[in-house]
């Protein structure tokens, strides 16, 4: 029996990349919204602490998605790395400062420690909006002549990966907003729930704006959502949406700790999902697809034993460390 290696592995690196973004995704909203949060209160500490547990471990997935499009797509990495070489680094900056403000934080004097939030804040924002700025840069399409960028430096700044970048940051919002609800008590719930409410009305009116525009860019877009077989995604999608949003909504109303929380990441799958559609079969858009992205079939077949072991192992960690960690968190740092 054959498989399909190279579709197999996109499909793991789409799972690679969707980890990433549904667990780092909630603690750099927490560090968006930290200038949010009024400084004498207390309520920081609870919030850094709420991710304190978990969020290198978030990160493993990045280094998954990333290596494995080095090692297995190298094509489509010589590709995307030139095309995006600013955002990507910037993102990188983002979270290098935020990793090194979460380490000095607590090691700071009171004077200095408000430079330390604002690090963590400034880096949240950075590496959030850098990160939507390369999907709007994708989905735009990158110009590609014998198998290598053909484009300018500056090709992946327009309006639109303005907009997937800005989406993205309330979109993370959303995310840290609903993970404080589902960790926190008091008041810095409160204001969490009142976030909650405020960034998921944000992030549902992007969604419809980027869900207009996108099939402006290319026509295949269009094709592919309103044309054939796929029509039923382009019907079946808005309706789970609509039904993930009324979850979030009325969870908050009726506060609910959880429900918000899996709403929201509900949401974000959702979208993941339209995107997957729009891109297959295409690695890097509009010209090169899986297969032709794709290393030699050896390369494959090695690769794929290491990732079969690894890749359960990491997952087996992460449900691990947010099953130590479950709970509310207070003021002290524990978990009750």
Known sequence: MEFDLPLIWAAI?????????????????????????????????????????????????????????????????????????????????????????????????????????????????????????????LIQGIEVVDRSYAGGCLDWLSPFSILTGASLVVGYVLLGATWLVMKTEGELQGLARKFAMVSGVGTLALIGIVSIATPFLDAEYHHRWFEGGNLVFSIVVPVLLAICAAVLFLGLKRHHDIRPFFAAHGIFLLCYIGIGISFYPRMVPPDITIWAAAAPEKSLHFLIVGTVVLVPIILAYTIYSYWVFRGKVDKSGGYH
């Open 13 to 137: 690196i789409a799972f690679a990349i969707l980890a990433y973004v549904s667990l780092d995704g909630f603690d750099l909203g927490v560090g968006i919204l930290f200038p949010l949060v009024p400084e004498k209160s207390g309520h920081r500490d609870v919030m850094m602490n709420s991710v304190a547990p978990i969020w290198d471990g978030n990160e493993t997935w990045l280094v998954l998605g990333g290596g494995g499009l080095l090692a297995v797509f190298p094509l489509a990495y010589a590709v995307v790395l030139p095309a995006l070489y600013l955002p990507i680094i910037a993102m990188l900056l983002g979270l290098i400062f935020r990793g090194v403000a979460f380490e000095f934080r607590w090691r700071a004097s009171a004077r200095n420690r408000v430079w330390w939030d604002r690090s963590f804040a400034f880096g949240s924002l950075l590496a959030t909006f850098a990160q939507g700025v390369c999907l709007g840069a």
